[in-house]
Structure formats: C-alpha cells, structure tokens
T-cell receptor
Framework: SQQGEEDPQALSIQEGENATMNCSYK?????LQWYRQNSGRGLVHLIL?????REKHSGRLRVTLDTSKKSSSLLITASRAADTASYFC???????????FGKGTKLSVKP | NAGVTQTPKFQVLKTGQSMTLQCAQD?????MSWYRQDPGMGLRLIHY???????DQGEVPNGYNVSRSTTEDFPLRLLSAAPSQTSVYFC????????????FGPGTRLTVT
C-alpha cells in the first residue's frame, strides 16, 4: 500500500520560476526522502529530512516537514530545463525495510 | 564501486516465457530488494532479502521468485510471464534492514506481449 501522495500530479513552469511539490503520508515516520527520476532512468536521491527536523536545504532545494500534518514539501528555486523529471517522496514506514513511495509529481520546466 | 547494477536494461517477452532479471551490488550490503514501477502507482515492493539465504515477500510477490545465494547477487525470476508484469523493475540495496540510505539500480524495462 502506498503511503506518500504527491500533489500536484503534474506541474509545468517556465525556467527561472520556483517549483513546489507536496507530499502527504499516513503513518508515523523516522525520515522522509525525495527522489528524482529523469524519463526512462533510475532514481536519484535528492535529500533526506528526519522526523525531528522541520526544514532542510541543499543547493536549490528546500524541504520542509510537518509531522503534525504528516506532510512535506519540496521547493526547487530558480528552476532549469534540466530539472524536468518526476519527483517522488518516500518514507521509511515499510515494515519490511522498504521505502514507501508516492505516485510522484511530473515537473516540466520550459526554457 | 559500481554500486547497484541491473541487467538487462530492456527485455521483451511473450506470455508464458520465463526469464531472470539480474541484480548485483558491490557494497557488501546485507539488505536487497526488488520494486516494480507502474504508471501512476509509484514503486511497490516485490521481494526483499536481509542477507544471504534469507528472502521474504513484499507487497506484490505473485508471479515472481527470488533467491539470495550470495551477498552480492539478488536475481528476480519470472516463472511464466504475463502482460500484467509489464513494468519497470528496480533493484535496491542498503547496508542493513532499516538503513536510511538505499541505493537503486538503473532499472529494467520489461514488456510482456
């Protein structure tokens, strides 16, 4: 069963704009991660935020976590055409050691 | 280190055929897993292994078998392929069960006609 649900399902913006994607989950977590997947490629780990953290930055990425609302957001600032990809949140709630993934947000950045 | 490798990258099968998707890691990770990714469904766990000789079922195990004879290798077998198994398959590994960082292979795109 899937835990994370990303919102929106698809997002189209112009280069230079900011892109915000949201993720909601259902059960308690120890950490939440964001992955990027370019079309036809594998998953690339972007950033991890632990349950005791509220915000984390990595380059042009900013992640927030609100455990009371069971939600997280990923902000990509000053987007580039190369940011075009699908973005997934994943939580550690799997009892089998697995990550539980959402369905993803498909981001399209137009030059 | 090569990380997690998967072969083949692409495969087309006819219904009823069998095949094995290969996965190997050179990081001495104990935990390995297989996911399938379908459009609009995210990734779902098929099987996993917490060490050599130990495997268990994930969320969607039907139609798949696995074995773990060595720490490095974790092949996924399709015994009798069905069109419903058309998907992209990812292998992942981590240091141990519950490790935060999981490393993913590049994926195998399988089409069953």
């Amino acid at each position: 069963s899937q835990q994370g649900e990303e919102d929106p399902q698809a997002l189209s913006i112009q280069e230079g704009e900011n892109a915000t994607m949201n993720c909601s989950y259902k059960t308690s977590i120890n950490n939440l991660q964001w992955y990027r997947q370019n079309s036809g490629r594998g998953l690339v780990h972007l950033i991890l935020i632990r349950s005791n953290e509220r915000e984390k930055h990595s380059g042009r990425l900013r992640v927030t976590l609100d455990t009371s609302k069971k939600s997280s957001s990923l902000l990509i600032t000053a987007s580039r055409a190369a940011d075009t990809a699908s973005y997934f949140c994943a939580t550690d709630g799997g009892s089998q050691g697995n990550l539980i993934f959402g369905k993803g947000t498909k981001l399209s950045v137009k030059p | 280190n090569a990380g997690v490798t998967q072969t083949p990258k692409f495969q087309v099968l006819k219904t009823g055929q069998s095949m094995t998707l290969q996965c190997a890691q050179d990081m001495n990770h104990e935990y390995m897993s297989w996911y399938r990714q379908d459009p609009g469904m995210g990734l779902r766990l098929i099987h996993y292994s917490v060490g050599a000789g130990i495997t268990d079922q994930g969320e969607v195990p039907n139609g798949y078998n696995v074995s773990r004879s060595t720490t490095e290798d974790f092949p996924l077998r399709l015994l009798s392929a069905a069109p419903s198994q058309t998907s992209v398959y990812f292998c992942a590994s981590s240091y141990s069960l519950g490790s935060v960082e999981q490393y993913f292979g590049p994926g195998t795109r399988l089409t069953v006609t």
